[in-house]
């Protein structure tokens, strides 16, 4: 937790939790960490600043929309917005909103696939790639992006994704990349792509201290990068063939899937010195020990993902849903999340409300030239077949 | 109380075997949509799930799991048995309570929350860490999270009770005057052990077996917790099926085989028992007739 000395700049956010936050890309978080986090917040004179400046966002919200209805039900992942959001909506507006969480998108789908549309959520947060299949399901609502006004606050490179063009269902909520961490002192070569990483997770003294995300899409990209092969590939034998390179060039190297290396602390205590990882998280490790580690968005490409808001088909509180969404595209709204989740939102200029000096944020706001180099992956019809590969390359790492 | 136990099968054919037939009814379905996953389609029955799910990877992780649930399963055989033989033989009866009380003590508190216990007991700078450090044993880090060995650690620790209560009510009945008459003909203690005590214990032996046994190998939330990408066991693998695979149908065809599979087994414990029962008796009516012949 650190504090930003006093500026003039009224709605600038003076308190940011980036030091060793626990919470990263959905999902962890230290309940006494987080505890401390907030009474050390809530007994300081910016604390107070800052509740009013998001209470000022959320009734002009719900000005804008006009007449709603009284709740508001959010269907997330766990942990992924910071409590002062929901906290200052409810006391502006008196709504109370109802959260319900779940921990991947196939959880999320098959809950409403199963409801079919009574499932009684307002409002989802899919990952961009399951957009696509969401909608063909009948599980989304259209936007009507004229009830959105602060839509305008978005910046237009995160629009318009090849997953939901012309953003028809999705408003971005934030976004981050996947590359790799290491631990400099361990391995003393500088390390640039994907291929660096496989090389470097056969050295010796790096063996059996490598881990990966425990996601499928991302583990067999880095086979796939390395081939030139396109991520979003249904081509069966080229997929076999990208697994079967990671079964023998990494599977034996590997110590654990592990989707937060940097926040739950395998990289800090040494039992990695190689991760592939999300920004987010690499972070997380470079804020506890910054000189030790090395955080690298690989060549030749690497992913960006985008989780989404929503508006879940059968919602019954949609006007409700248009001023929270208006409200969370507040510039200082936005700011707020991003000192909870540690990702960037893509909400234009949303630097200008965040501490000047903040650390490691070079691993957080990417340069266009990154930019230009990162993709998407886009569920298809290859999918059963990849969980399969996927099945297969941890039986590999188990025997 | 007849009704009372017309009441349980009602309720066991309700929430357990009803689950099971949806189960089986399942595994010979076909998941449709964009993506060939999601809910389960009934159109069209075959046994493809099957035919997968016998695929690789499953062999190789279900080599693993057996391996894992045999090596644990005789692990807690080894310690629950002198625990049990002194709960049953060495203590009176008020002190054989009380123990036997703490023996099922750690079931009061949740799995998890004991699973995640271990977790930070074994984490690589945690509680034994500190503990070996303070002793003047200088390691950088503990290294046992998310192996095979901390699979291990689980099960054992998770099953071991299991293994103790069936032994220590055998051990209980032996009649006392059957050691005091082997003793009397001059058996030593080891051979009274050996041919009249430990034959008598068999069947706690096999029932505790079973017990530990089946459940060890379809367990799913040890091998997730404790093992990592490393311990890997055939649970998980099926569990991975209904929820990031969103594949019903496999998920429920692995299932069956697992259940089919387990059902062999205890099948092939029980005719292992009866058969020796079986020659047992023979040999021993044969010598008796024998006997009486001359």
Redesign the interface.
């Known amino acids: 937790m650190t504090m930003e000395p006093d500026n003039h700049d009224g709605e600038r956010l003076r308190i940011l939790a980036p030091a060793g936050h626990p919470l990263t890309r959905r999902g962890f978080i230290s309940l006494a960490a987080a505890g401390a986090g907030a009474l050390m917040m809530s007994s300081t004179p910016a604390f107070a600043g800052t509740m009013n400046a998001l209470e000022a966002a959320a009734r002009k919200s719900l000005k804008q929309i006009g007449k709603t209805t009284k709740s508001l039900y959010l269907y997330t992942w766990g942990q992924y917005d910071n409590p002062t959001t929901f906290s200052a909506w409810k006391s502006a507006t008196g709504i109370p909103i109802q959260i319900g969480s779940y921990d991947s998108n196939e959880a999320l789908i098959a809950k409403l696939e199963l409801a079919k549309g009574t499932a009684g959520y307002d409002i989802i947060v899919p990952t961009g790639g399951y957009v696509p299949e969401m909608a063909a399901k009948g599980l989304l609502m259209p936007l009507d992006k004229s009830k959105i006004p602060n839509f305008r606050n978005l910046d237009p490179s995160l629009l318009n994704f090849p997953w939901d063009r012309g953003n028809k269902y999705t408003v971005p909520k934030d976004f981050g990349t996947t590359g790799f961490i290491y631990d400099k002192t361990v391995i003393t070569k500088k390390l640039h792509s994907w291929q660096d990483f496989v090389d470097a997770a056969a050295l010796p003294q790096v063996a059996g201290r490598v881990s990966l995300l425990d996601a499928p899409d991302n583990v067999l990209a880095i086979a796939l990068w390395i081939e030139g092969v396109d991520w979003n590939t249904t081509n069966a034998a080229k997929l076999r063939a990208a697994n079967a390179y990671l079964i023998k060039k990494l599977a034996p190297y590997v110590k654990n899937l592990d989707s937060y290396p940097g926040a739950t602390g395998g990289l800090v205590d040494g039992s990695y010195v190689l991760s592939q990882a999300w920004n987010g998280d690499a972070r997380a490790a470079l804020l506890k020990d910054p000189t030790r580690f090395e955080w690298v968005i690989p060549t030749p490409k690497s992913e960006i993902w985008v989780d989404n808001w929503a508006l879940a088909k059968g919602a019954k509180n949609v006007d409700t849903a248009y001023a929270f969404l208006n409200y969370v595209l507040d510039p200082i709204v936005s700011a707020n999340e991003m000192t909870y989740t540690g990702y960037n939102t893509a909400v234009k200029n949303v630097k200008n409300y965040l501490p000047k000096n903040l650390p490691e944020a070079d691993v957080i706001f990417l340069t266009a030239a990154q930019r230009k180099r990162l993709e998407s992956y886009i569920v298809n019809s290859s999918y059963n077949l990849r969980t399969q590969l996927y099945d297969n390359f941890k039986a590999a790492i188990a025997s | 109380m007849r009704g009372f136990v017309g009441l349980t099968y009602t309720w066991f054919a309700l929430w357990f075997m009803a689950p099971a037939a949806i189960m089986l009814v399942y595994s010979f379905g076909r998941?449709a949509?964009?993506?060939?996953?999601?809910?389960v389609n009934l159109h069209h029955l075959g046994l493809g799930n099957f035919l997968?799910a016998l695929r690789?990877?499953t062999g190789?992780?279900l080599v693993?799991s057996i391996e894992n649930a045999v090596l644990a399963t005789a692990l807690c055989g080894l310690i629950a048995y002198p625990v049990a033989y002194f709960i049953a033989r060495k203590l009176g009866p008020r002190s054989r309570v009380i123990v036997l009380l703490l023996v099922v003590l750690p079931f009061w508190t949740d799995y998890l929350l004991r699973m995640l216990g271990w977790r930070i007991f074994l984490?690589?700078?945690g509680l034994l860490y500190g503990a070996l450090n303070a002793l003047g044993w200088h390691v950088?880090?503990i290294?046992i999270?998310?192996t095979?060995s901390a699979v291990m650690v689980g099960l054992v620790y998770n099953y071991l009770p299991l293994f103790i209560l069936p032994l220590a009510v055998v051990l209980e009945r032996i009649d006392s005057q059957l050691l005091q008459a082997a003793d009397d003909l001059g058996a030593t203690r080891w051979t009274v052990f050996r041919t009249v005590t430990f034959p008598m214990s068999m069947s706690g032996v096999v029932a505790g077996t079973v017990l530990v046994f089946v459940p060890m190998l379809g367990d799913y939330v040890t091998p997730t917790l404790m093992g990592?990408?490393?311990?890997?066991m055939i649970g998980s693998?099926v569990a991975?099926?209904f929820?990031?695979?969103?594949?019903w149908s496999l998920g429920a065809a692995m299932a069956i085989l697992l259940i089919l599979l387990l059902v062999a087994i205890v099948a092939m414990a029980w005719l292992f028992v009866t058969g020796i029962r079986l020659v047992a008796f023979r040999l021993r009516s044969r010598a008796l007739a024998r006997e009486w012949a001359t």
């Open positions: 998941t949509g964009l993506t060939q996953r999601g809910l997968q690789y990877p190789t992780v693993i984490s690589p700078l950088t880090y290294s999270l998310d095979r990592g990408a490393r311990g890997l693998l991975s099926e929820t990031e695979g969103q594949n």
